[in-house]
């Protein structure tokens, strides 16, 4: 009898064991699980090659008598969507940028051109969608280079035009379908840091893009500030981005 009950004491501790560690298996594959869905739904790091299309507002003027002229053009180069922690992304990337303005009156043409190379460096949140899908937000400031700025103007048909610089010819051009081009804007910094929101969606290997930014930098020269004179820019942006 003795042994009897032994046996069923060994047996009962046995069972309470193994109900123990199958709940301890449980609890662990339920919390690896749980790691696995958190880490999937977690941001997604990725790089892409970006075309986009942009209008660019350039408002310029003394003191409150300002002028804004639209400027139209496209940007291209790299852009980073790098995963720091959970949600939170660091958005970045190397763009040029070209923006041009024409303008015709009486046979003469004036084109203004920007060349600009840009590096925004932004922090945003990002969610997970779908197997290979994601949205992102994001804000922050951007290194904005101005590589040139030009002014060209056309002369075509029978056109004369006269330079006069205090008093004085400068110069005069007679005939048809002649041309200058000059570089020469000294009166304006190079460097601008304009601060932007954007939105980006990614589907698998394909996604789009879409930014507003507008600049804090007066980019004229301090002499020209000192006299009041203001250089701003704001811009949109919306394009397509490429995986690779």
Known sequence: AEEAKEEKAEKKEKKEKKEDKDKEEGEEKIETQSAIEKSSNDAESYFAVTVAYSFQNITTGVKSNTNTELFNGFNFGYYLHRHLL???VF???LNYQF???GDTKSGISTYITNHNLKIPLRLGYSLKFGKNNSFSAY???????NVSTQNEVRYSGDVTTTDVVNGTIKSEINGKKSSKKDSDYKSLNCFDIPIGIGIAFKFSKFGIRIEYEWGLVNRYIKDYRDAGAKWRSDQFTAGFLIII
Request: aromatic residues 6%; hydrophobic residues 40%.
């Open 91 to 93: 958005v970045s990337g």
């Open 86 to 88: 959970s949600h939170l």
């Open 139 to 145: 804000a922050g400031p951007s290194l904005d280079f």
């Open 99 to 101: 923006t041009i303005k």
